[in-house]
C-alpha cells in the first residue's frame, strides 16, 4: 500500500471514530429518557448526521489525498564538499529559516521555514552526493511543517525554485 492510501484509511478511522462516540451516547440518552417516536426522531437525525459527515470526510481524503510535497535534483559540475559549503551559506542567507541542522559527515542540511499567511512553515531538506572526482548532485525537498496541511499555495515549488537560483547553477540538469 502506498503512503498515501495508508494516511487516507488513517484520517477515516479517526474522522469515524470521532463520530461514532458521540452518536452512541446520544442514541443512550434518547433510549433511556424519551418516548418511542421522539426516540424515532432523534435516532433517524442522528443517523442522518454520521452518514452526512462521513460523507464529508470522504470527500475532503478523496478530492485532497495527501499533504504537498516538492522534491528536485539537480546535478552540478562542482566537487560535494564546495557544493554542499555553498548550499549551507545558501541556507544561512535566506532569512526565512529559523533553524539550520548541518550533517557535514553526510553533507546534508535540515532547516525549518517561519510561519507566513500562505503555510505554518515548512520543512527544507538538502543532500549534497558526489556523483564523481568534479560532480556532484543536490536533492532538494520542501514539505509542510503540519501533518494536516492539504493546501500549500505553491510555497513548496517556490521555495524549490528560489534555492535552485540562490545556488546560482548555471548549465545543471534539474529532475523533478
Known amino acids: 500500500m502506498t503512503s498515501a492510501r495508508v494516511s487516507r ?15 452512541t ?9 424519551f418516548t418511542s417516536a421522539a426516540r424515532t426522531f432523534f ?3 442522528g443517523i442522518g448526521c454520521v452518514c452526512l459527515l462521513v460523507l464529508i470526510c470522504l470527500f475532503v481524503l478523496i478530492k485532497h489525498p495527501a499533504r504537498p510535497v516538492a522534491e528536485a535534483t539537480v546535478s552540478v559540475d562542482e566537487p560535494a564538499d564546495a557544493l554542499y559549503r555553498r548550499a ?30 500562505r503555510s505554518h512553515g515548512e520543512r527544507i531538506h538538502m543532500r549534497v552526493r558526489a556523483v564523481g572526482p568534479s560532480t556532484s548532485e543536490v536533492v532538494i525537498r520542501s514539505e509542510p ?4 496541511t492539504r493546501f ?18 548555471s548549465g545543471a540538469k534539474t529532475d523533478p
Not at 95 to 111: F, H, I, S, W, Y
Not at 145 to 148: G, I, P, V
Not at 156 to 164: G, K, P
Open 9 to 23: 484509511i488513517r484520517y477515516f478511522s479517526l474522522a469515524m471514530l470521532v463520530v461514532m462516540c458521540p452518536m
Open 43 to 45: 435516532v433517524t437525525v
Open 25 to 33: 451516547i446520544l442514541v443512550f440518552v434518547v433510549d433511556t429518557f
Open 152 to 169: 500549500d499555495y505553491g510555497k513548496n515549488e517556490r521555495n524549490l525554485r528560489e534555492l535552485v537560483n540562490s545556488l546560482q547553477i
Open 88 to 117: 549551507t551559506q545558501t541556507m544561512l542567507e535566506r532569512r526565512d529559516v529559523t533553524g539550520l541542522a548541518k550533517d557535514p559527515e553526510l553533507l546534508a542540511l535540515d532547516a525549518q521555514t517561519r510561519a507566513s499567511f
Open 145 to 148: 511543517l503540519q501533518r494536516l
